[in-house]
């Protein structure tokens, strides 16, 4: 029982670098959602997608893609990487908004 | 006054004592809440729903006052492993995407033996 999987679990990028954070999830979840959880910040939604083909900003959406080609995946993507973006990313996915998320076991990423 | 706003703590408790903190939130329209838990360097785990006639599970207790809009989260007979951070999400509905979904910075739990 997989639930929410999240690749990779830690990445050292060099300012300037992409990369791309995969979520999947095996519920067959409409909503999905990535925050970033900075110390002392409290989870922020950066982009979220409420079903296949759908894509939306949360609150902090700069610096960042997504995309959500495939009902369970959604991916996060980091065009030029800034010291600014070295966080612990979380993927989260919900049936609908009313109900609780469920998280991956997170992304440590680290930007030098 | 912001939308979701909890205690950051630490609350430092002894094992085996009760100990609650609250979430309050500002938008009366405010439909559906939940506890989640965090652990140190860990994703934040579903604990419980937050149900309007209030709810138990074991040693934890959640309510809801729609009068004062907090809910609340009890915990009897503290354990060392209840040492976490606990977050509250709440959820206005109706509402579109993630509009009107907040989760809390949370209260950082310390049981001390």
């Known amino acids: 029982n997989a639930g929410v999987t999240q690749t990779p679990k830690f990445r050292v990028l060099k300012t300037g670098q992409s990369m791309t954070l995969l979520c999947a999830q095996d519920?067959?979840?409409?909503?999905m959602y990535w925050y970033r959880q900075d110390p002392g910040m409290g989870l922020r939604l950066i982009h979220y997608?409420?079903?296949?083909?759908?894509?939306a900003k949360g609150e902090v959406p700069d610096g960042y893609n997504v995309s959500r080609l495939k009902k369970q995946n959604f991916l996060l993507g980091l065009e030029s990487a800034a010291p600014s973006q070295t966080s612990v990313y979380f993927c989260?996915?919900?049936?609908?908004?009313?109900?609780?998320?469920?998280f991956g076991d997170g992304t440590r990423l680290s930007i030098l | 006054r912001k939308e979701v706003e909890q205690d950051p703590g630490p609350f430092n408790v002894p094992e085996g004592a009760t100990v609650a903190f609250n979430c309050t939130y500002s938008?009366?329209?405010?439909?559906?809440f939940f506890w989640y838990r965090q652990d140190c360097r860990k994703e934040p785990k579903l604990l419980m729903s937050?149900?309007?006639s209030g709810n138990e599970d074991g040693r934890f207790t959640a309510q809801l006052n729609r009068a004062s809009q907090y809910i609340s989260l009890l915990i009897r007979d503290s354990k060392l492993s209840d040492s976490a951070t606990y977050l509250c999400?709440?959820?206005?509905?109706?509402?579109?995407?993630?509009?009107?979904?907040?989760f809390g910075k949370g209260t950082h739990l310390i049981i001390q033996p």
């Open positions: 989260a996915s919900s049936y609908d908004r009313s109900q609780p998320q469920h």
């Open positions: 519920m067959n979840h409409e909503y």
């Open positions: 997608s409420v079903g296949e083909g759908t894509t």
């Open positions: 938008n009366s329209a405010s439909q559906s």
């Open positions: 937050v149900y309007s």
């Open positions: 999400v709440v959820i206005i509905i109706p509402g579109g995407g993630a509009d009107g979904l907040t």
